[in-house]
């Protein structure tokens, strides 16, 4: 299994990391840039989207560990045919924000169709994407922000900010 963090380490926001092994990827969060972030810095949005979605690599999903901006913010820019999972609270708080965000006048691309098809997923239910078994746990307020990560004995520990081996 490997870990590739794209954004995250230098700034606060725009968080992105992708596990894989030989035949499968998935992306943990997918964050856009914080406004006050060292915009000469690092991948900008645009960037990160076509390094991690235009390479021709398959990706079975999209996890979110939360609702923040800078780990969900760019989930209009993944493409449709990859799953989208976040916790089911989160869910229903998203889609709250969304339904309002798209009323506004000067939005042209509504999120709620999209968000309204993310699956959520549960604290402690392992989800399994090939060789790759994710267990989300709940921590502050009962929402999931950690993923376990697990390929034969390795194991891995994201807590929506963290990665520890």
């Known amino acids: 299994?490997?870990?590739?963090?794209?954004?995250?380490?230098?700034?606060?926001?725009?968080?992105?990391?992708?596990?894989?092994?030989?035949?499968?990827?998935?992306?943990?969060?997918?964050?856009?840039?914080?406004?006050?972030?060292?915009s000469g810095k690092g991948l900008t949005d645009e960037q990160l989207v076509e390094k991690v979605f235009q390479n021709g690599k398959p990706c079975e999903a999209v996890l979110f560990s939360h609702y923040h901006g800078d780990h969900i913010g760019l989930y209009r820019k993944?493409?449709?045919?990859?799953?989208?999972?976040?916790?089911?609270?989160?869910?229903?708080?998203?889609?709250?924000?969304?339904?309002?965000?798209?009323?506004?006048?000067?939005?042209?691309?509504?999120?709620?169709?999209?968000?309204?098809?993310?699956?959520?997923?549960?604290?402690?239910?392992?989800?399994?994407?090939?060789?790759?078994r994710i267990t989300p746990y709940a921590e502050a307020f009962g929402e999931t922000e950690t993923f376990a990560m697990y390929r034969d004995k390795l194991k891995m520990l994201q807590d929506g900010e963290v990665f520890q081996m």
């Open 1 to 38: 299994m490997k870990i590739k963090i794209y954004r995250g380490t230098h700034q606060i926001g725009g968080c992105a990391t992708e596990i894989s092994t030989e035949k499968h990827r998935v992306i943990i969060d997918f964050g856009a840039k914080l406004s006050d972030s060292e």
């Open 78 to 132: 993944i493409p449709e045919g990859i799953p989208l999972y976040l916790g089911k609270t989160a869910k229903k708080i998203m889609e709250q924000i969304t339904e309002r965000l798209d009323k506004l006048p000067d939005v042209t691309e509504k999120g709620l169709p999209r968000v309204q098809a993310v699956k959520p997923y549960y604290p402690a239910k392992p989800l399994l994407f090939g060789d790759i």
